[in-house]
């Protein structure tokens, strides 16, 4: 094909879902002149699975989006269904909120919000290649023909690259919800030499909320109105639950029939190659892996205000619809179910991520991103996250500025990026919160405290934001000193406490010391001192935590600075380990392959050994004396 | 950064016997863990505020208890040899001394220095060259190829079965938090509180043990530092040559025969126990320069001895020199032997027992007289309680590990009544000090047991 030159850009993102969409949007917030390109105008930001955002750990990740400058709190705030605040009584640190979206509005304020984003240019077109010189990228081309100079690339491609879907017997090349797939891409990845591998996931039915007897399933309303909590630190406006959701189970009568027709199931039957997620297991692969459990649970959630249909979470299957149909009719409430649109498996293309750095860019194609799904991710909020690192990081490439790494430490962000590129994976990825060792530190309250700083110092966060986070953290600072410097005495804490059902001890002493007590909280202890002044329900529940946490944060924080010392140890692009003396087999093979970029990352991959480690620390010393000019 | 650097510390002499061992601590603590473990003589010395390149005179503390003399150098950084803040302590020699003061510094805070970890810090504080650092490398990768083949040998076999044990049933527990945590709105079954500080409790018991048998393992292995004493002639070398198994000393009927120290290292019978014998010159007032100079190294050796096997001849009556001998023995692992239990007996032995953690009357020429001995040592060493075939930790690096894993669990047990996050972090670390017991990477299993454990996930 004559290709034909279109215009030019500073970074070009490929695909508008939820992580092109961060990235785009960050690129462009940096003052790059950005091109987002989506095969389909109308499903920017689409939801093809739960309409719902969060969830343990996802919903940490969301808030460091949101306190990085990212959109995704803002808009699902603004299309709040309901929400439920997670784990509460298992500890302030997982503390995880979870809302309901109404899945439509949600793509069309998301897409408005682009559309009004200064340097951002959204064209509906297909990406089929990228231009590359001299291992650098320098453009992309379209399945119409045109060419685009480019800076930088980010691919955000989720499951339509390659995308195939299977439905029992039958299957056909597809992107989500009826979009076409991205069938030339993989192969101009493959021959830049990216490594290519395929994943697989799924997704339950959508169906008619008429035909659901709601009478026989238990209802899950929204917390309590007065606790409802904004995802963003911005959102303002109250929030108010507009829905339920409902709990269905499934029985022995689900499982035989699934048991009847497994032969069925592309899984199973061997038509799919891809690698499913073993977080989000089928129907099938529940009832096939733990035969013993005689009902699984289903989630039964609205799309949205103004739609009928409604998500069957928990079901997720591949299997023919015929045998979808006779499945989920044996559940109790559901006799009569009308399918709407059947579930799905599909397969996509995606990269090994251990062939990016830690700033998301590929190390062997100067200049192109990953972020979401094609790294090997799954869950709106992950591909979130990072495409707003691969968007910073792509304006910053274009725009010869320092590029941005988030250790470990500083946030679930920093975590997942770290895995992925220190580990690899095997399956699609999920977050979880027990993936992160500082997970006392890197809570969803203290979102903005750890990272809007960074966000500022990089063009991300507006004054409207620097100057609510500056306020916020001033009005804390005046509470913890006011609650270290206000006592209270024995009876004071005596009646309120009794009348709260907690031990109030035998003395008394400072609000703070107070507040370490079990049980005590920080809205007992403003019934007695008066609450402190422009203290919101989330400032609060920072300070108790804080202050009730104080040990074991500490304990963390003197961990992390130990390991910020190999943190801070570079490990240069060029160091050679091929003549590094007692390293193990193995240890050498992987440091080859994932090149860490600092010692502590070195540490980290699977199969280097503290010794090893001993090793490289020596042999770094010796090789930064050798390059040291000699004659200065 | 620096002040966030670990106090590491090691016996800086060869292994061995020696007139003194040297033990180095370096590091940001090494002034207050130092004053922690090592009291002055002259109580208006601080040791914190020792000047560098001083020194000061004492004792260490082992649980409160004062210990060997010690003499106490100090450098102040950056002037020393790692460019860091060093304490070096200097007890006498022999390891049961050494190995005392170790353990009362990593009680106090210090960790043990990896392998050429002194080395790494001068390097890295600038206070090597280029040319040093290389070969240093090269010590270190042989230490290491070596230190890890001895690791390997010790981990098969029961130590590493029971440490699989204990991980086990903690990375079950973590794993079903995790699950429990991450899927909050799934069929996780509930985890009781009681269940959880049932279960920490427990394997911090397994721990306990591991942790207490250590002093004793350590016995087993290394042997422990065991003198005869008594009155000139009343078969002290015919005991050392009943436990050596052959004759090792001078043994003649003239009073005065051994004149100096002998040092013998025997394995007793099949109990696994190795006794570093010393035999010492007989204790009585003497005007022969070189025997006063023998009695002075016996009262010596009795005082830092582990064991002391006091031999007295039933056959002849009490004595000052044998009071005062049993006076010494005063609360020490001391035995009381009455010999020549085949001759006339009279020698008053309610006496002198009492002075003794216990007794026995025995003629070293009866048929069975070094069973009974044995039996009796095992006993006053506290070894009977330990099967020389249960797990034991083998090494001070796993016996700071199983430390850290205990004092985890300890926090997971107070943090159960904040929350379950804390709770989880505090596994996580016991954890990691197990698998860093074994050299391996916890947090993949964490991972792999929830989804192999529960049925979870949307």
């Known amino acids: 094909m004559e290709y034909h030159k279109l215009g030019s850009y500073d970074v070009v993102v490929i695909g508008a879902g939820h992580a092109g969409i961060e990235a785009a949007h960050a690129a462009a917030r940096l003052g790059a002149r950005t091109a987002l390109f989506t095969i389909s105008l109308d499903f920017i930001a689409n939801m093809p699975c739960n309409p719902s955002i969060g969830g343990t750990a996802k919903g940490h990740l969301v808030r460091e989006v949101d306190a990085l400058g990212g959109l995704m709190g803002i808009m699902a705030d603004k299309t709040f269904l309901q929400s439920r605040m997670l784990n509460r009584g298992k500890g302030p640190a997982v503390h995880s909120l979870r809302v309901q979206t109404d899945r439509k509005q949600y793509h069309m304020a998301m897409k408005e919000a682009l559309e009004k984003t200064p340097n951002l240019y959204i064209h509906q077109g297909e990406i089929t290649g990228l231009e590359r010189k001299e291992g650098r990228v320098t453009g992309v081309y379209t399945q119409l023909g045109g060419y685009y100079e480019a800076g930088a690339v980010v691919i955000a491609t989720g499951t339509s690259l390659g995308g195939k879907i299977f439905v029992g017997e039958a299957n056909y090349e597809s992107g989500p919800d009826g979009q076409h797939a991205a069938t030339a891409l993989t192969r101009d990845l493959m021959e830049a030499g990216l490594p290519i591998r395929r994943f697989k996931t799924g997704t339950p039915a959508r169906v008619h909320r008429r035909s659901i007897d709601f009478s026989k399933l238990t209802v899950q309303p929204g917390d309590p109105e007065e606790e409802l909590q904004p995802f963003s630190f911005m959102t303002d406006f109250p929030l108010h639950n507009k829905v339920d959701c409902y709990i269905a189970y499934t029985n022995p009568r689900t499982h035989d029939i699934i048991r009847a027709n497994i032969h069925r199931s592309p899984l199973y039957g061997g038509m799919i190659q891809g690698v499913g997620p073993r977080y989000c297991p089928s129907i099938e692969d529940k009832v096939m892996r733990f035969g013993e459990k005689d009902r699984h649970q289903i989630f039964v959630e609205p799309c949205g205000e103004n739609t009928e249909e409604m998500y069957l979470q928990g079901m997720s299957s591949s299997l023919p619809e015929d045998v979808q149909n006779a499945m989920y009719r044996t559940i109790e409430g559901l006799e009569h179910l009308e399918l709407m649109r059947p579930a799905y498996a599909i397969e996509y293309d995606c990269v090994d991520p251990t062939a990016m750095k830690a700033t998301l860019e590929m190390k062997d194609l100067s200049g192109v991103y990953g972020a979401g799904q094609f790294n090997g991710t799954s869950g709106y909020e992950e591909a979130a996250a990072q495409g707003l690192l691969a968007g910073i990081n792509a304006a910053c490439h274009a725009l010869g500025r320092k590029e941005l790494i988030l250790p470990r430490h500083t946030s679930y962000l920093g975590t997942l990026v770290d895995d992925l590129v220190t580990k690899g994976v095997l399956d699609p990825y999920r977050m979880m919160t027990s993936r992160s060792e500082y997970r006392l530190t890197l809570r969803q309250d203290n979102a903005d405290d750890r990272l809007t700083p960074i966000g500022r110092e990089y063009g991300l966060v507006d004054d409207a934001r620097w100057e609510r986070f500056t306020a916020a953290k001033a009005a804390k600072e005046k509470e913890l000193s006011r609650l270290e410097n206000t006592s209270i005495k024995a009876a004071q804490l005596r009646q309120v406490a009794l009348e709260e059902g907690v031990d109030p001890g035998e003395t008394g002493g400072t609000a703070a010391q107070i507040l370490r007590r079990p049980g005590v909280t920080y809205a007992m202890v403003a019934r007695i001192i008066g609450p402190g002044e422009g203290i919101t329900p989330m400032l609060a529940q920072k300070i108790e935590t804080e202050i009730k946490y104080a040990g074991y944060i500490q304990r963390q924080q003197r961990t992390i600075r130990e390991v910020a010392r190999h943190e801070n140890t570079p490990i240069p692009e060029e160091f050679s380990y091929a003549n590094l003396q007692g390293l193990t087999l193995e240890a050498r093979e992987k440091l080859e392959k994932i090149r860490p970029a600092t010692l502590a990352q070195a540490g980290r991959i699977p199969g280097v050994s503290p010794s090893d480690l001993a090793q490289l620390s020596l042999a770094l010393l010796t090789w930064k004396k050798e390059e040291e000019p000699h004659d200065r | ?458």
């Open chain 2, 1 to 458: 950064m620096k002040e966030f650097t670990k106090t590491i510390c090691a016996i800086a002499t060869p292994p061995g016997e020696g007139g003194i061992a040297v033990i180095r601590m370096s590091g940001p603590q090494a002034y207050p863990i130092a004053a922690k473990v090592f009291r002055p003589i002259n109580p208006d010395k601080k040791v914190e505020q020792a000047k560098g390149y001083t020194a000061l005179f004492g004792h260490y503390l082992l649980e409160g208890r004062p210990m060997d003399q010690t003499v106490a150098l100090f450098y102040r950084a950056p002037h020393s040899y790692t460019g860091e803040d060093v304490v070096e302590l200097s007890v006498h020699g022999g390891s049961a001394m050494a190995q005392g003061l170790m353990e009362a510094l990593l009680t106090a805070g210090a960790s043990p220095a990896g392998a050429g970890e002194f080395t790494r810090r001068a390097l890295e504080n600038g206070k090597m060259d280029l040319a040093q650092a290389e070969s240093v490398m090269e010590v270190i990768s042989a230490a290491g190829r070596q230190g890890a083949a001895l690791a390997g040998a010790a981990l098969e076999g029961t130590l590493s079965r029971k440490i699989d044990e204990i991980t086990g049933v903690l990375l079950a527990l973590r794993g079903h938090l995790a699950a429990w945590v991450d899927y909050p709105e799934e069929d996780v079954p509930e985890l009781e509180e009681e269940t959880l500080i049932h279960t920490l409790e427990t394997q911090k018991g397994e721990l306990d043990r591991l942790i207490r048998d250590y002093q004793g393992g350590a016995i087993l292995r290394q042997g422990v530092d065991a003198v005869i004493v008594g009155r000139p002639n009343v078969g002290k070398s015919t005991l050392l040559n009943l436990l050596a198994g052959y004759d090792r000393a001078i043994v003649t009927p003239i009073a005065g025969t051994t004149r100096d120290l002998v040092e013998e290292k025997v394995m007793l019978g099949s109990s696994g126990i190795r006794l570093n014998l010393f035999d010492t010159a007989g204790i009585h007032e003497t005007q022969d320069l070189v025997e006063a100079e023998g009695i002075r190294r016996s009262y010596l050796k009795l005082e830092q001895a582990g064991l002391i096997l006091a031999v007295f001849d039933l056959s002849r009556e009490l004595t000052g020199e044998d009071l005062e001998l049993a006076r010494r023995c005063q609360g020490r692992p001391a035995i009381a032997i009455f010999n020549k239990e085949d001759l006339d007996p009279r020698l008053d032995t309610e006496i002198l027992g009492q002075y003794f953690k216990a007794a026995l009357p025995v003629s070293f020429h009866q048929e069975g007289a070094l069973e009974l001995v044995t039996d009796l040592i095992r006993r006053v060493l506290g070894l009977t309680r330990i099967d020389p075939y249960a797990a034991a930790l083998t090494s001070r690096r796993q016996l700071e590990s199983a430390l850290r894993a205990r004092e985890a669990l300890e926090e997971g047990m107070n943090a159960a009544a904040l929350g379950l996050d804390a709770v989880s972090v505090c596994l996580d670390d016991a954890l990691e000090a197990l698998y860093d017991l074994k050299g391996e990477n916890p947090t993949a299993d964490v991972i792999e047991e929830v989804f192999s454990k529960f049925c979870v996930g949307k």
